[in-house]
């Protein structure tokens, strides 16, 4: 399940549409640039017609010198035959990531903590709050902490310095239990991949408050979803989920409170996960390798 | 978590409005009636104007030929004073339950072979079908079957039979994967508690085709959810619910594979403890105690 | 499952012989004195010749000022005629608590992060650690700190040291991955439960190395459990246990880091239980309410 | 997860020390034999001096008739150069297996019905049982019944009769709960794998009476385990786990009730996929693809 990052291991994904001998061509090109195939998942959704997916993890000697002719011979060796989308990228160079959040602290210093114990290959750029409240926690991690009020009047403002902050400098987002709804355009201009975690089981209870609409629907077990972020609230691609199980005699405040340890564990999945390509959006699901 | 049935054991379950004395009073008067408690389960939604719960599983030597003086002192001495609800059941007398099911088997052999391990007290009366499919499976466990068609024309006959077939002989009914709505005069005319096996974490996926929207949706598990049935279908009260890990690599063929698996047990252990008078219906919410 | 934690709120845990009418006599006693029960769950361990055990919550106006008077009716009205061992809890009076840790962080930092959180009703009065290396991220927490260095030759001295820090001053003691074996002398001095985390789904795997053993062995679920610590190690009663499921990939780091992850759950859990008086021992066994 | 059986479907699994190229040897020749690669699993047990290991489940037209032709090219081209083991299986040929059962039903039915829902890729050629009580339950599926009695004075008798009855006709075994110990000497003569399920999660509990020892160690969770048959009982490769949660409330009796639907559904899996060709032993441990 994990690879050691190290200079020279690099990670290729592709999709294109099935065909033979695609497994053939990637490691044939691998193994005649030198390189040695550490680990391999493909997934397709259907021989005939269907669409493929690959996640090749390779030793190769000089990576980095390499990486300019590694990418040609992918581009015309592979990525043409083939009509493939394809990513290569350097377990070396961890992905450059901003994390929003609001007043609560799980799900923040989870991914903190698991990061200073080296569980997330990630650099975490700065953390962004409409609330100051969880500054000192930030920066005792020796982490960058800035608090930019949201508002209905200034939101578009505080946007465009969440723009003027990150642009360009951070690979994707995470959203831990940031209580604000990201606009349109916000997301166009970023472009940048953005994870959510829900505190629910998703497609159940979409919207403000899911525990309270647990509680009152009676269900037994309670979940979180960590999902890409898209226009459609709580609708973007799901990328893990887990419940664990509450009975009737627990109220909203202690739902909450099992929620939280599920939410956070989650969502440091799918940040994980995240951060060493094992995740390919198709459509509105995923891929999970 | 079991109790072995016996001549002797009796169950009352109550329900009234909250208030101080309540489990001294049930406890006193089993005391002076000689019984023993084995096990008492509360609840109470609220300490200031809630409604208060209770379970109680007592011994008490010659129950049944006692059990007119037992209703009569409970009567009396805690319902009329508390305002209580209240059900005095015997360990010795299983539920008597009709199961309808429709073609596929997974439900339906479940419940059977557990009846015949001795882990569900309940007699089954008879397995009722709109198809012939499992005629031969159910009478191979010594049980009666009777094969109702139902279509659209015939819906109204049908429903006729099955209150024929039924009226005043069972205690509840199973529906353990019948693929048939019931009518609200059904419902009403019925008049027992009907449990429902729906394949998929309520309320998510309301309706048909639930893997198929699992699936469409992208979820990464998936679940089943054991219920009351009441005239909004897929809305009634819950009483268990369950899921299992999937992926992407999982068709909607094998989500339905192991969704039965997960539908089965579910259902089983709803039934059980459904006979063991275990579940208490508040509002669209139940109590499991 | 929970209670909020209330200046008028009792809780009564009592264990004897298994006879008829002790659960109305200590409802009886509570309702005569002014209280009114909010949970009550007994058990035994057979109706003949068995053990009973009860865990009884209660609200009684003024508990503080009128606890020597509760206490000498529990004596005289309940203890003497069952034959009873009890034990009266205020909710409002959190026990005090020492936790030891070595140089791995996640099991400490949980239990401070969920006190914070006010998710741990006690009071911690110290952290002790054999090594340095955590001082900072305890004090971070506004709570002391005590490095008592601990070797071969030094041991005796340094069990002293705990001895004068603590004797006297804590209910409980938390071993949180603590790497060093108390001597049963310590034991009997301290006098005090001390709950262990131990690293493996026990009676599997005893002693040192469980992860390496776990790969050895190649089992497909790895596991913790929480315990009370006896002079026989890792043989003290159970009181949580959980596993998380792992596969042939996962080397030895791997497995250490997932295992982390139920470790630090399982000893919340069950540093939770103890505090709220869930946990009654009885022989090598615990009963939790 | 599944491949749908089919004529022209190979599974290719093969082992080999650790190095480069093999990826692409093993995917260049199938592409050149005009195979389409439906799924790729690999592992390695380390890249210097470790083991590699690989499934490849491949289409090829007109499979049957050119196996030998395939197993040539494998042989030359692969297994030679590499110091590959290798063995290749067609998936329109199912694994032909003997059941041996004694007195509980639990697994034993589990695995007839799972078969005749299509779940299990494999042809039971005979149910072996040394009690009589399961035949009728065996013969209603259609499947031959064998009872062959079995005590101290007429154990080498009775595995000669095994012997005899299976010799050359089953390609592995499954021991649904079989409450015999198979000699040292049957196992060497037999020669197939047998696949047995422990009701325990081991090594927790080796040996006879594991819900009476675990009731005794007090633990919070039970499980099974299904592991391959080797001399040394309870210690040979593990194939499949898993547990269920259990409390101080249950007794024996109902420790074993909930450890038969673990134990049922863990040995189905491990049986599926051994069927399926997805287990691979590797010295005492077991890679699962």
Request: net charge negative.
């Amino acid at each position: 399940m994990t690879t050691t990052p190290d200079a020279d291991i690099a990670r290729l994904i592709i999709s294109c549409p099935d065909q033979h001998g695609i497994v053939a061509a990637v490691s044939t090109l691998i193994a005649e640039l030198g390189g040695n195939i550490l680990t391999l998942d493909q997934y397709s959704t259907g021989v005939e017609g269907g669409r493929f997916f690959q996640r090749t993890v390779f030793h190769l000697p000089r990576l980095a010198a390499r990486r300019s002719e590694v990418e040609q011979e992918v581009e015309f060796r592979l990525a043409r035959p083939f009509s493939m989308e394809w990513q290569l990228t350097e377990a070396a160079r961890p992905k450059r990531v901003a994390i929003f959040a609001s007043k609560t602290d799980h799900c923040l210093l989870d991914l903190l903590w698991r990061h200073r114990r080296g569980e997330l290959p990630m650099q975490i750029a700065v953390v962004i709050s409409n609330h100051p409240d969880l500054e000192e926690d930030v920066r005792r991690f020796g982490i960058e902490f800035v608090h930019v009020p949201v508002d209905r009047e200034n939101k578009a403002a505080a946007e465009a310095e969440h723009l003027r902050l990150l642009d360009g400098t951070v690979d994707f987002i995470v959203l831990a239990r940031y209580m604000q709804v990201l606009s349109a355009d916000f997301l166009e201009k970023i472009g940048v991949p953005i994870i959510n975690i829900h505190h629910s089981f998703l497609p159940a209870f979409i919207g403000a408050g899911p525990y309270q609409k647990a509680k009152d629907r009676g269900v037994k077990l309670i979940g979180a979803t960590a999902h890409y972020v898209t226009e459609d609230l709580d609708e973007g691609p799901i990328i893990e989920q887990d419940v664990i199980r509450v009975s009737h005699a627990d109220d909203v405040a202690q739902l909450t409170r099992y929620g939280a340890d599920v939410e956070r564990s989650v969502l440091s999945r799918a940040v994980k996960w995240h951060c060493e390509d094992r995740v390919i959006r198709h459509g509105n699901s995923t891929i999970v390798f």
